[in-house]
């Protein structure tokens, strides 16, 4: 299993954008990605990076993703819990997730984004309030159920 921390404020892969100019006489549509998460994308890759495997991990990966957002002002009362506070607010989790599998594709810690097939149990909250905003990232290749059901067996008798 791989685990890492990445410090800052995390941030969602953004949507290509399209913009049609006029050059000359006739129009031209361009498709782009604004850069609005590439310097979480950064940090991302810095964290991944100390934790690299000597190969990339083949076959089906999980990538469990736990993100701490900024927590507002407004749940900052003496009444409000200390510790993370779910997060129902925007910036989507899916959205989320995209940037941290995007980087770490970019990382060569698996072969590409497509081997994840299992989020765990990923999330959002508010971070508590001592802490601050940051994600959690775990990577572990999965086990097939088959294989997980006989380990289990094997457990159990006591082998």
């Known amino acids: 299993m791989i685990f890492f921390r990445v410090n800052g404020t995390p941030k969602?892969?953004?949507?290509?954008?399209?913009t049609v100019m006029r050059i000359g006489g006739k129009f031209t549509a361009r498709v782009?990605?604004?850069?609005?998460?590439?310097?979480?994308?950064?940090?991302?890759?810095?964290?991944?990076?100390?934790?690299?495997?000597?190969?990339?991990?083949?076959?089906?990966v999980v990538c469990q993703c736990q993100f701490f957002m900024p927590r507002p002002?407004?749940?900052?009362?003496?009444?409000?819990p200390d510790g993370p506070v779910d997060c129902d607010t925007k910036p989507d989790l899916d959205n989320l997730i995209k940037a941290v599998m995007?980087?770490?594709?970019?990382?060569?810690?698996w072969h590409d984004d497509g081997q994840v097939c299992d989020f765990g149990e990923s999330g959002k909250w508010?971070?508590?309030?001592?802490?601050?905003?940051?994600?959690?990232?775990?990577?572990?290749?999965?086990?097939?159920?088959?294989?997980?059901?006989?380990?289990?067996?094997?457990h159990s008798k006591g082998g």
């Open 12 to 18: 969602p892969q953004p949507r290509p954008r399209a």
């Open 32 to 60: 782009y990605n604004p850069m609005d998460a590439d310097d979480w994308k950064g940090l991302i890759k810095r964290a991944a990076m100390q934790r690299l495997p000597a190969e990339p991990i083949p076959g089906p």
């Open 73 to 80: 002002d407004r749940l900052m009362r003496r009444r409000d």
């Open 102 to 109: 995007d980087a770490i594709t970019q990382t060569g810690l």
């Open 126 to 154: 508010f971070h508590a309030k001592a802490g601050a905003p940051h994600a959690l990232v775990w990577v572990w290749p999965k086990v097939p159920p088959l294989v997980a059901a006989q380990l289990e067996l094997e």
